[in-house]
């Protein structure tokens, strides 16, 4: 029986398309300031051909790639990325809520379920969560950056559930990455939805433990799963 639901951030709270909108483009115009002019066709070929090999730090690797693996290029183009994230976060006013994510927490907490985060962001999302009024929904209140563990370390995972009261054996996980959220939680034998949205949707599983329990296209099916299914 599940009485636990684990929430990865980025794809089933926070949408994040217009961010990845913005990092490709900076990318791209990094690239053609210094004279390296990639159409959005060869951008797109590489991000997937890098996706569907389970990058580890896929902006770094696109940009490595790109700049034909030139070190001291990449290096100037990776902190031109990082320095101009508050500017993107700005634009894209810091959050982008999935469709009706408020209702479908309310009424998970009405259920009685027990929700927590588990996510690698930055700790200033937490404050943004808590303007949103998103953050009083989950029995842990913090992140990655707050607890110095990282996904896809199964550790990161472990110390949520002890934090929540949650056994892994009566909790699901629900994120959009292979990678980070489906292996580690399957590992733990905690139960795990796939959320297919953005850009990670095109990696596919290669082995059996990388298969997610239930993989769905909208945010709002989780609900119908937890409730219907035979968990």
Same mark, same amino acid.
């Given at each position: 029986?599940?009485?636990?639901?684990?929430?990865?951030?980025?794809?089933?709270?926070?949408?994040?398309?217009?961010?990845?909108?913005?990092?490709?483009?900076?990318?791209?115009?990094?690239?053609?300031?210094?004279?390296?002019?990639?159409?959005?066709?060869?951008?797109?070929?590489?991000?997937?051909?890098?996706?569907?090999?389970?990058?580890?730090?896929?902006?770094?690797?696109?940009?490595?790639?790109?700049?034909?693996?030139?070190?001291?290029?990449?290096?100037?183009?990776?902190?031109?990325?990082?320095?101009?994230?508050?500017?993107?976060?700005?634009?894209?006013?810091?959050?982008?809520?999935?469709?009706?994510?408020?209702?479908?927490?309310?009424?998970?907490?009405?259920?009685?379920?027990?929700?927590?985060?588990?996510?690698?962001?930055?700790?200033?999302?937490?404050?943004?969560?808590?303007?949103?009024?998103?953050?009083?929904?989950?029995?842990?209140?913090?992140?990655?950056?707050?607890?110095?563990?990282? !996904? =896809?370390?199964? /550790?990161?995972?472990?110390?949520?559930? @002890?934090?929540? &009261?949650?056994?892994?054996? %009566?909790? #699901?996980?629900?994120?959009?990455?292979?990678?980070?959220?489906?292996?580690?939680?399957?590992?733990?034998?905690?139960?795990?939805?796939?959320?297919?949205?953005?850009?990670?949707?095109?990696? !596919? =599983?290669?082995? /059996?433990?990388?298969?997610?329990?239930? @993989?769905?296209? &909208?945010?709002?099916?989780? %609900?119908? #799963?937890?409730?219907?299914?035979?968990?």
């Amino acid at each position: 029986m599940i009485k636990n639901i684990l929430f990865d951030i980025g794809g089933p709270i926070d949408k994040e398309a217009l961010m990845d909108k913005l990092i490709d483009e900076q990318i791209i115009n990094s690239l053609k300031f210094f004279d390296i002019n990639i159409s959005k066709t060869k951008y797109i070929e590489t991000q997937n051909k890098l996706l569907i090999a389970f990058s580890k730090n896929l902006y770094k690797d696109i940009i490595w790639e790109l700049t034909d693996k030139n070190y001291k290029l990449a290096s100037i183009i990776e902190k031109q990325l990082y320095d101009s994230e508050k500017e993107r976060n700005k634009k894209r006013g810091f959050f982008e809520p999935q469709e009706n994510i408020f209702n479908i927490l309310k009424n998970l907490k009405r259920k009685k379920y027990n929700l927590g985060i588990v996510a690698n962001q930055p700790t200033r999302c937490l404050k943004i969560m808590g303007k949103l009024g998103l953050l009083d929904f989950f029995s842990n209140k913090y992140v990655s950056d707050s607890v110095n563990l990282y !996904k =896809p370390d199964e /550790k990161f995972f472990l110390h949520v559930c @002890n934090y929540i &009261n949650a056994n892994p054996y %009566e909790s #699901i996980m629900i994120g959009d990455r292979i990678d980070n959220d489906i292996v580690p939680a399957k590992n733990l034998g905690i139960r795990t939805i796939r959320f297919m949205t953005g850009r990670y949707k095109i990696q !596919k =599983p290669r082995k /059996k433990s990388e298969k997610a329990d239930f @993989n769905i296209n &909208n945010i709002s099916n989780i %609900e119908e #799963i937890i409730d219907n299914y035979d968990l």
